[in-house]
């Protein structure tokens, strides 16, 4: 089992950053691959950005060059900073593990972000 909580977000305006953070608790060192989704109201849940064990990252178009992923595995945590926010931006934020040979995958409560234009 692994307990996810993220933490940083909040209104900012466009052209403004912000740095989300997901902290890993329970059973992490069976952690394979730590991510970062997103849902809009009234839109499908979309993966924005991953990072494998070995530091590997994935983007989604839409938010490569503006949004950097990075772990520290000391700590468990994953970020994502989020820079040249654009009010299309505005969805709750999920933290997601890929956990254990089984693949089986863990979600955090999300977090707000609201980007006002």
């Known amino acids: 089992q692994v307990q996810l909580v993220e933490s940083g977000g909040g209104l900012v305006q466009a052209g403004g950053s912000l740095r989300l953070s997901c902290a890993a608790s329970?059973?992490?060192?069976?952690?394979?691959?730590m991510g970062w989704y997103r849902q809009a109201p009234g839109k499908q849940r979309e993966l924005i950005a991953t990072?494998?064990?070995?530091?590997?990252?994935n983007y989604a178009d839409s938010v490569k060059g503006r949004f950097t992923i990075s772990r520290d595995n000391a700590k468990n945590t994953v970020y994502l900073q989020m820079n040249s926010l654009k009010p299309e931006d505005t969805a709750v934020y999920y933290c997601?593990?890929?956990?254990?040979?089984?693949?089986?995958?863990?979600w955090g409560q999300g977090t707000q972000v609201i980007v006002s234009s």
């Open positions: 997601n593990v890929l956990w254990g040979v089984i693949n089986k995958t863990y």
């Open positions: 990072i494998t064990n070995r530091g590997n990252t």
């Open positions: 329970g059973s992490t060192s069976s952690i394979k691959a």
